[in-house]
């Protein structure tokens, strides 16, 4: 195996190289901000013409193919990328350090997958949270502070090659993925359009509207390593519930907050922070309970009346979020006032259940490959964290391999 050497990250890369001036004059610009890419997934490029719209302050940052950008703050949400390819005129948020990887030292995606390791994004929000700042933030040089065991040239090109197969297939079913959801969507409004169904309001059709606990309820001294899981917002993300990591408490615990204890079938909001989030416990899930944290509230629906799934697409859809965010609080941190009194007035169009029953038919094998995908793509993840720490360390040796 070839020798291997421990070296500080800032002498194989360098950050923020270059910044766009104004007296460049582009007519208009593709805009990335932090929030807007999650795990080299991203979800929303801002198109601005510059003649008629105002620039953000924070559209400064150039980048060019093969840099990654990491945002500087919270490491531990995860808003960092690869580019592999972009827009005319694309700026990124200075809120991004922009990483530009000496290739005659690195590979570039070597580089990348030792930043976006758990046990690098743990040091780099453990460094953040000593900050000064408002909130937990890096700076540039604690990213270029950090030491990497960087090993020869084509070793490094043997682990990428290793590690991209199974992001590749990692990619693969998030594709096929969002195709799926694009057909549940499409059958959900098909069904919409083809009647003047009834309006019914979540009162009409709900079993059960309750908050999350107090936040003196649930602490961090509560927090126990086995026990029943704690929902926040990191767990709402997409249409399901997401299972990562959680925290818990104990049994006994959860049952003094039995009011706040959700099932397969829930739908779960988040009413303070990332308001607009709205996710349904799926059957085989990890658990067969848990509870709420503060930020967030639940509906549960009689299964008599609507079919669950139904009322998650309505959530999801333009119209739904509409109805849901006209409740927010225009000031401090986005809120939505009363949430539980007024989620029980939002109106919906409700089908008859035996329409309802016809359309759970056609989508619920879609959803059910859905979540099976996903299933697998959190064992692939699994497997590629595992893997990581041991090819970049030299324990899996790679020399003999050919890719």
Same mark, same amino acid.
């Given at each position: 195996?070839? /020798?291997?050497?421990?070296?500080?990250?800032?002498?194989?890369?360098?950050?923020? *190289?270059?910044?766009?001036?104004?007296?460049?004059?582009?007519?208009?610009?593709?805009?990335?901000?932090?929030?807007?890419?999650?795990?080299?997934?991203?979800?929303?490029?801002?198109?601005?013409?510059?003649?008629?719209?105002?620039?953000?302050?924070?559209?400064?940052?150039?980048?060019?193919?093969?840099?990654?950008?990491?945002?500087?703050?919270?490491?531990?949400?995860?808003?960092?990328?690869?580019?592999?390819?972009?827009?005319?005129?694309?700026?990124?948020?200075?809120?991004?350090?922009?990483?530009?990887?000496?290739?005659?030292?690195?590979?570039?995606?070597?580089?990348?997958?030792?930043?976006?390791?758990?046990?690098?994004?743990?040091?780099?929000?453990?460094?953040?949270?000593?900050?000064? +700042?408002?909130?937990?933030?890096?700076?540039?040089?604690?990213?270029?502070?950090?030491?990497?065991? #960087?090993?020869?040239?084509?070793?490094?090109?043997?682990?990428?090659?290793?590690?991209?197969?199974?992001?590749?297939?990692?990619?693969?079913?998030?594709?096929?993925?969002?195709? #799926?959801?694009?057909?549940?969507?499409?059958?959900?409004?098909?069904?919409?359009?083809?009647?003047?169904?009834?309006?019914?309001?979540?009162?009409?059709?709900?079993?059960?509207?309750?908050?999350?606990?107090?936040?003196?309820?649930?602490?961090?001294?509560?927090?126990?390593?086995?026990?029943?899981?704690?929902?926040?917002?990191?767990?709402?993300?997409?249409?399901?519930?997401?299972?990562?990591?959680?925290?818990?408490?104990?049994?006994?615990?959860?049952?003094?907050?039995?009011?706040?204890?959700?099932?397969?079938?829930?739908?779960?909001?988040?009413?303070?922070?990332?308001?607009?989030?709205?996710?349904?416990?799926?059957?085989?899930?990890?658990?067969?309970?848990?509870?709420?944290?503060?930020?967030?509230?639940?509906?549960?629906?009689?299964?008599?009346?609507? *079919?669950?799934?139904?009322?998650?697409?309505?959530?999801?859809?333009?119209?739904?979020?509409?109805?849901?965010?006209?409740?927010?609080?225009?000031?401090? *941190?986005?809120?939505?006032?009363?949430?539980?009194?007024?989620?029980?007035?939002?109106?919906?169009?409700?089908?008859?259940?035996?329409?309802?029953?016809?359309?759970?038919?056609?989508?619920?094998?879609?959803?059910?490959?859905?979540?099976?995908?996903?299933?697998?793509? /959190?064992?692939?993840?699994?497997?590629?964290?595992?893997?990581?720490?041991?090819?970049?360390?030299?324990?899996?040796?790679? +020399?003999?391999?050919?890719?």
């Amino acid at each position: 195996m070839a /020798e291997r050497k421990a070296i500080r990250l800032g002498s194989v890369v360098r950050t923020n *190289v270059s910044t766009y001036s104004e007296k460049e004059g582009w007519a208009f610009v593709n805009y990335l901000d932090t929030g807007n890419i999650t795990q080299d997934t991203i979800s929303e490029i801002q198109r601005i013409n510059v003649g008629t719209d105002k620039l953000p302050s924070r559209a400064r940052r150039k980048v060019q193919i093969g840099n990654i950008i990491y945002s500087t703050v919270r490491p531990n949400q995860l808003h960092y990328g690869f580019i592999k390819s972009q827009p005319d005129n694309f700026l990124v948020s200075t809120g991004f350090a922009v990483i530009d990887v000496n290739e005659k030292e690195a590979v570039p995606e070597y580089i990348y997958y030792f930043l976006t390791h758990r046990d690098v994004t743990e040091r780099l929000q453990a460094i953040a949270e000593q900050s000064t +700042s408002a909130y937990p933030s890096i700076k540039p040089s604690d990213i270029e502070d950090l030491t990497i065991d #960087l090993p020869p040239i084509e070793e490094q090109r043997k682990i990428v090659g290793l590690l991209k197969m199974l992001d590749g297939k990692i990619k693969q079913n998030t594709e096929i993925n969002n195709n #799926l959801l694009q057909q549940a969507i499409a059958l959900y409004e098909h069904l919409l359009q083809e009647a003047e169904w009834p309006t019914a309001t979540i009162l009409d059709i709900a079993e059960k509207v309750a908050m999350g606990p107090f936040g003196s309820n649930i602490k961090v001294s509560t927090f126990v390593p086995e026990g029943v899981p704690i929902i926040s917002g990191n767990h709402l993300r997409g249409y399901f519930l997401e299972e990562p990591e959680f925290n818990y408490i104990t049994e006994e615990h959860a049952e003094r907050l039995k009011n706040s204890i959700v099932y397969p079938h829930d739908l779960i909001f988040t009413h303070a922070g990332n308001i607009g989030q709205v996710a349904m416990i799926p059957d085989g899930c990890k658990y067969d309970r848990y509870v709420l944290s503060q930020r967030q509230f639940y509906l549960r629906c009689d299964a008599t009346k609507v *079919v669950p799934e139904f009322l998650l697409m309505f959530f999801h859809s333009a119209s739904g979020q509409h109805e849901l965010l006209s409740y927010a609080n225009q000031t401090g *941190v986005p809120s939505i006032a009363q949430p539980a009194s007024n989620l029980k007035k939002i109106p919906f169009k409700c089908p008859p259940m035996q329409e309802q029953l016809k359309w759970q038919e056609q989508v619920h094998p879609l959803l059910g490959r859905y979540l099976n995908n996903r299933l697998e793509n /959190e064992k692939l993840s699994a497997l590629r964290d595992a893997l990581l720490p041991k090819l970049m360390s030299g324990e899996l040796d790679v +020399s003999s391999i050919d890719l």
